[in-house]
């Protein structure tokens, strides 16, 4: 599963969605889906918007945690 940070950032700075649209002009649709962890895509500019906005890595934006997969097969 990806985890997405902005959220933390957001708050680490005090702004909100109409601030970092502003800044970075990106869509606040944009914003607010990866601020909800509920987007399934993300280019590669948004990233790198976000990235210079809060002069931070990809990692500290993302983070990668493994989770158990479920074996929905019966009897393994």
């Given at each position: 599963?990806?985890?997405?940070?902005?959220s933390?950032?957001?708050?680490?700075?005090?702004?909100?969605?109409?601030?970092?649209?502003?800044?970075?002009?990106?869509?606040?649709?944009?914003?607010?889906?990866?601020?909800?962890?509920?987007?399934?895509?993300?280019?590669?500019?948004?990233?790198?918007?976000?990235?210079?906005?809060?002069?931070?890595?990809?990692?500290?934006?993302?983070?990668?945690?493994e989770?158990?997969?479920?074996?929905?097969?019966?009897?393994?």
């Amino acid at each position: 599963m990806i985890r997405c940070h902005l959220s933390r950032l957001m708050g680490e700075h005090k702004m909100k969605v109409v601030d970092v649209a502003r800044e970075t002009d990106l869509h606040r649709n944009t914003i607010t889906l990866l601020y909800n962890e509920t987007a399934t895509r993300v280019d590669l500019e948004t990233i790198d918007r976000l990235c210079r906005l809060f002069r931070c890595s990809v990692s500290d934006l993302f983070e990668f945690i493994e989770t158990e997969s479920k074996d929905t097969s019966k009897g393994h």
